[in-house]
Nanobody
């Protein structure tokens, strides 16, 4: 099982980034996929999730209206479009997979993370 994130980088406040997560080694379409983040000195926190069919989406209040999660089951990829970025969005972003339709269930596969830095 492998999850590989990409698309992170340095961006000015108000800018946009699109994160991508490439999955392999499991039946991607049957998994709920989530994005989490961890800022320096803070605990990892939930950002967004898209379930397996019916592809329901849920967001942390802090990113609602600014971030959009999507998935491409044909390409085994999940994306996080991040707009109107703020300095408080600076963190390492992780992709994770959960075999349940319950997005609060345990995520048993994790990527290595990609750094997002937002300069003010």
């Amino acid at each position: 099982v492998q999850l590989v994130e990409s698309g992170g980088g340095l961006v000015q406040a108000g800018g946009s980034l699109r994160l991508s997560c490439a999955a392999s080694g499991f039946t991607f379409s049957t998994y709920t996929m989530g994005w989490f983040r961890q800022a320096p000195g803070k605990e990892r926190e939930f950002v967004a999730v898209i379930t397996r069919s019916p592809f329901s989406t849920y967001y942390a209040d802090s990113v609602k209206g600014r971030f959009t999660i999507s998935r491409d089951n044909a390409r085994n990829r999940v994306y996080l479009q991040m707009n109107s970025l703020k300095s408080e969005d600076t963190a390492v972003y992780y992709c994770a997979a959960n075999p349940s339709i319950n997005y609060r269930a345990e995520y048993n596969h994790w990527g290595q993370g990609t750094q997002v830095t937002v300069s003010s």
